[in-house]
Every structure is written in C-alpha cells, then in structure tokens.
C-alpha cells in the first residue's frame, strides 16, 4: 500500500491521502440474507412483453436496499422445505419482497427492470439464501412502512449461534 501510495503521489505531483477501507472485501461474503418463499405469481402477458415468473419472499429492501438503489448483483441459492422435493427444473424467476413498490426487487438489472434469475423451481416454504449480504446489508436496512429490522445470528468462538435484534431508535 505504501508503494501504490508513493507511487500515486509522485504521478498526481502533489501529496495525497490515502485511505483503505478492505470492510467490503472482508465481510460481504460472509453474510447471507435468509428469506422464505410466501408465494409464487405469473404476471400476464401484455403489450410490454412476456409476463415474468415472480417468487415473493418475506424480505425486501428493508433488509437488502443495494439491488433496489443501483441494481447490485447478489447470488441465490435455494434450501428446498422439509419434505418437498430437491430436484426441480431451472426456471427464470424474480424474486422480489412483500412491499408494493417497484424497487422492492432482488433481482434486477442496472437500470432497475426485473430482471429473471435461472433458480431450481421455488416453493412456498422454501428459504432463499441471497449472498454476499454482509458488507452494507444490516447498515443500510431501513424501518420502511415501520417494518422490524431481521435479526442478525452469528457464531461465536464456541461454534453457538447468537441472535441480536438491531436496534432502530
């Protein structure tokens, strides 16, 4: 770092302030938004195109602003419910949250338009595990239409899992 600095500094002609901030790198991966699926609607077909397939999950962006504010890409896997079945056909879906707003979408393109993921078939009862959650996704949740902020679970050096409820006084 000091080298790139130097480096910097010398090329800008003038002194500079470097800063680093590695959180993004460190944690995104490490926190995954878990959801479940509520329900699962085929939008008509209609002068502006072909319906898409929608999955509606318990969590919105409420819990997960980033793909609503600039279209971030997050990766999602399913955990099938007790007792349904494992192998599903892939299908473009989108996956979007309970709030009646268009942004409330998890899966979009850059410009904000729905944009379907290719997933094993969802099932009401599922959970959806949406990746990479960790660097802004508790920090920039919001209280939205007074929605109660998710509760964080992490394991501690014993391997126990705890569960703190975000404070949002």
């Known amino acids: 770092v000091r080298e790139a600095a130097s480096a910097l500094r010398a090329h800008a002609g003038r002194p500079l302030r470097i800063e680093v901030e590695p959180g993004?790198?460190?944690?995104?991966?490490?926190?995954?938004?878990?959801?479940?699926?509520?329900?699962?609607?085929?939008?008509?077909?209609?002068?502006?195109?072909?319906?898409?397939?929608?999955?509606?999950?318990?969590a919105g962006f409420t819990e997960l602003v980033r793909p609503a504010m600039y279209g971030a890409f997050h990766g999602i896997e399913i955990s099938p419910a007790p007792g349904s079945e494992i192998d599903r056909p892939v299908t473009p879906?989108?996956?979007?949250?309970?709030?009646?707003?268009?942004?409330?979408?998890?899966?979009?393109?850059?410009?904000?338009?729905?944009?379907?993921?290719?997933?094993?078939?969802?099932?009401?009862g599922d959970l959806l595990r949406i990746q990479d959650a960790g660097a802004y996704g508790s920090a920039m949740a919001s209280g939205f239409t007074s929605v109660e902020p998710a509760p964080t679970v992490f394991w501690d050096a014993e391997g126990s899992p705890q569960v703190t409820l975000p404070n949002r006084d």
Do not use: N, W, Y
Not at 33 to 50: N, P, Q, S, W
Not at 112 to 118: L, N, W, Y
């Open 93 to 124: 879906v989108v996956v979007a949250g309970p709030l009646c707003e268009s942004g409330d979408v998890f899966t979009r393109d850059h410009a904000g338009h729905p944009q379907p993921r290719r997933l094993p078939a969802p099932c009401r």
């Open 24 to 58: 993004r790198r460190l944690v995104a991966g490490s926190t995954q938004l878990i959801t479940r699926v509520k329900d699962r609607k085929r939008a008509t077909d209609d002068e502006l195109g072909t319906g898409l397939d929608f999955v509606m999950v318990d």
